[in-house]
């Protein structure tokens, strides 16, 4: 069974730092280009940041950038999001997601919030 489960999120104040986990299993996860996307109510999915099968190349959304980090361990299967100095606007549930070709897997999401 493919299965993508992101943790990690949660509520934590504005300046603060969380870091998102997404382990994969049921699929040649090292082929895989790995994502980062966001929705929050009432808005459109939002794509954060992306990495390549062998970790080589990364790009990030204009809004995260220079705050988020993303990487992988493929030896673990593992995708992870770095946050820092989040923002309100960063409140979304995040999905990570698996793309090979035309095939896309995607997780259940996790949320975050932002507040004071």
């Known amino acids: 069974q493919v299965q993508l489960v992101e943790s990690g999120g949660g509520l934590v104040q504005p300046g603060g730092s969380l870091r998102l986990s997404c382990a994969a299993s049921?699929?040649?996860?090292?082929?895989?280009?790995m994502s980062w996307y966001r929705q929050a109510p009432g808005k459109e999915r939002e794509l954060v940041a992306t990495?390549?099968?062998?970790?080589?190349?990364?790009n990030y959304a204009d809004s995260v950038k220079g705050r988020f980090t993303i990487s992988r361990d493929n030896a673990k299967s593992t995708v992870y999001l770095q946050m820092n100095s989040l923002k309100p606007e960063d409140t979304a549930v995040y999905y990570c997601?698996?793309?090979?070709?035309?095939?896309?897997?995607w997780g259940q999401g996790t949320q975050v919030t932002v507040s004071s």
């Open positions: 997601k698996a793309a090979f070709y035309y095939t896309n897997y």
């Open positions: 049921g699929f040649a996860f090292r082929n895989y280009a």
């Open positions: 990495i390549t099968k062998g970790g080589d190349s990364l």
